[in-house]
Structures are given as C-alpha cells and as structure tokens.
C-alpha cells in the first residue's frame, strides 16, 4: 500500500509518499495554495 501525507497551511501544502514498510517513494514537495 501507498500512502501520501499532507501538511495543510495556508500559503503552501507540503506532501511526501511512502509505502506500507515505511520507505520514501518520494522526498517531500510542497504545492501552493493558491
């Protein structure tokens, strides 16, 4: 399983992806709020 966390603000959202053993598919990367 994959799982995508997200950290909600107000100006920006930082997200990262990581599978069900823990391991980074993808290094944090943040989308704007705009």
Known sequence: ???LG???A???HDCYIVNS????LANV???PND
Do not use: L, Q, R
């Open 1 to 3: 399983m994959v799982y």
């Open 29 to 31: 990367f943040t989308i």
């Open 10 to 12: 107000k100006d920006k």
């Open 21 to 24: 053993d823990g391991e980074i």
């Open 6 to 8: 997200i950290d909600v």
